[in-house]
């Protein structure tokens, strides 16, 4: 089947940089998009979601960018804090009738470098 | 409000052994799932509920059945372990599936099995 993926594996930044994570699916049919967040010896948390009638939302420090020409979604993180270490999941779903699974891609590391 | 929580924390077993996952969710959550996480594999869905009394099949099921008789509470359990079956369980709850922001997975801390 389709399948949620990752471009980068890890990723390094210094404090106080931009970092950008990205991520491709596969589906067309998705329509609803989530970034994770997890830390190590944690379960996911939701850091933000788009949908696809949308390319853009913003968060506080996070930006969710969605190019569905293309399949690719990014999420940015403004001045990367050491507390944003952690790996970053991506996920995709259909919202029609009967849709419950969500889809992880396989996550990206990223390591905050004071 | 704890959100999710899942017991044991940690659990080590012997090949062929039986043991049960709970989770457990405080938010009136319609919707209830189990993952496991594997290194380079990501999050892969083994069952979930869409309700008290449903279960339901997700993509790796095999070797795992489930309960759901309260709402609030979903089980998980093997019952002849494997060492395939080693690798960290996470469970998550939802309102509902439409996709809107209150329709979000919340997930527990997870349960770290080791099968030997």
């Known amino acids: 089947g389709e399948s949620v993926g990752l471009h980068l594996p890890t990723l390094s930044v210094q404090e106080g940089d931009n970092s950008i994570i990205n991520c491709a699916y596969s589906n067309s049919a998705s329509d609803y998009f989530i970034w994770y967040k997890q830390e190590s010896g944690k379960g996911p948390q939701f850091i933000i979601d788009i949908r696809s009638n949308m390319d853009k939302r913003q968060g506080q420090r996070v930006t969710v960018l969605l190019n569905k020409t293309v399949k690719h979604l990014s999420l940015q993180i403004a001045a990367t804090q050491p507390g944003d270490s952690a790996v970053y999941f991506c996920?995709?779903?259909?919202?029609?009738?009967?849709?419950?699974?969500?889809?992880f891609g396989k996550g990206t590391k990223l390591s905050v470098i004071p | 409000n704890a959100g999710v929580t899942q017991t044991p924390k940690f659990r080590v077993l012997k090949t062929g052994q039986s043991m049960t996952l709970l989770c457990a969710q405080d938010?009136?959550?319609?919707?209830m799932y189990w993952y496991r996480q594997d290194p380079g594999m990501g999050l892969r869905l083994i069952h979930y509920?869409?309700?008290?009394?449903?279960?339901a099949k997700g993509e790796v099921p095999d070797g795992y059945n489930v309960s759901r008789l309260k709402k609030q509470n979903f089980l998980l359990g093997l019952e002849s372990a494997a060492p395939s079956q080693t690798s960290v369980y996470f469970c998550?709850?939802?309102?509902?599936?439409?996709?809107?922001?209150?329709?979000?997975?919340?997930f527990g801390p997870g349960t770290r099995l080791t099968v030997l």
């Open positions: 998550a709850s939802s309102f509902g599936t439409s996709g809107r922001k209150e329709d979000t997975q919340y």
């Open positions: 509920s869409v309700g008290e009394g449903t279960t």
């Open positions: 996920a995709e779903k259909w919202s029609g009738a009967g849709s419950y699974q969500l889809t």
């Open positions: 938010m009136n959550h319609e919707y």
